[in-house]
């Protein structure tokens, strides 16, 4: 089907419609979370880029943190080592951390910032190990045990090289951003030993943005934003709200993680968080500089 054509009052509408939104962000900190299907097609990986440089051309400091799970589990699979997961968590042996490393600070980290150079941006490629910016501790999983009657005894299930924040130093980022450089950052931490670990990207960003103290937090993904149980989408929530559509179990599973990080970032920090739907071309300017936005606004407002 054809595009329809864009005439000069529709172009001089949507230029005048994102002005006031440049003029609020000018000097703002934004820290954009890519990856799923957006970073599987070619095209869509090209709107990304050019969204990211144009934040950076019109004065707003974009931070990427990107993830590579998909990318990670093809290579484990082309080299004969099956991917297992406990509650939605990688179990990370120290084989498949090597293999993490390679993928997410390598093949995907490079990628990305050849993208955005391409486009016309100067990025710099980062895992959480150079300077130690993101200090991690081991995580373990908890489970009780069902069969306990007096469900006292929890079990401790030990996930390998999977880690979470413990802090996030911000000078290497800060230094980045005010040389006017683009950080891209692979979502791996290093602990007091320096043994390296697997983080959830989406988890990094809410923390990276807490740090940062940042303007916005852009979760891209690959739906539409929060649905209702009706399946429309909830345009603007706020903390309490969102709290209340994880008790009853409207968001659950897969968007758990996503939205964790979205509200710990709120509630220490960012000013808004935003999840979008990252299968849609230039999805990070449509959700900032225009009137309707395309995904789900979380505030801290009550």
């Known amino acids: 089907m054809s595009q329809p054509s864009q005439t000069p009052d529709n172009i001089a509408h949507v230029l005048v419609e994102a002005l006031p939104y440049i003029q609020r962000f000018a000097g703002k900190t934004f820290v954009v979370k890519y990856g799923g ?33 998909p990318q990670i589990s093809d290579l484990l699979k082309r080299i004969g080592k099956e991917s297992r997961f406990i509650d939605g968590l990688r179990v990370t042996d120290a084989e498949t951390m090597d293999v993490v490393e390679m993928v997410l600070g390598g093949q995907v980290n490079k990628s990305i910032v050849n993208l955005v150079n391409q486009a016309g941006g100067r990025a710099v490629g980062l895992t959480g190990k150079d300077g130690e910016f993101i200090r991690a501790k081991k995580l373990f999983i908890t489970k009780q045990n069902a069969d306990d009657p007096k469900n006292t005894a929890p079990e401790i299930i030990d996930i390998g090289h999977v880690g979470e924040v413990e802090s996030i130093d911000t000078r290497v980022i800060d230094m980045l951003v005010h040389s006017d450089f683009i950080p891209v950052i692979a979502p791996v931490g290093v602990d007091a030993a320096g043994t390296s670990y697997n983080i959830n990207a989406d988890l990094v960003a809410g923390k990276v943005a807490s740090a940062l103290k940042a303007e916005k937090l852009l979760l891209l993904t690959n739906v539409r934003g929060i649905l209702d149980k009706q399946g429309q989408i909830l345009t603007g929530l706020s903390l309490k709200q969102v709290d209340a559509l994880i008790a009853d179990g409207t968001i659950y599973g897969g968007m758990l993680p996503k939205i964790q990080g979205a509200l710990d970032a709120v509630a220490d920090g960012a000013r808004s968080a935003h999840i979008i739907d990252g299968r849609i071309a230039h999805a990070v300017l449509l959700e900032i500089f225009t009137d309707r936005g395309i995904g789900t606004l979380i505030t801290g407002q009550h």
């Open 37 to 69: 299907n957006a970073m599987v097609d070619n095209e869509l990986e090209r709107s990304f880029a050019r969204d990211i440089v144009l934040l950076k051309a019109v004065g707003i400091n974009p931070v990427v943190v990107h993830g590579g799970g």
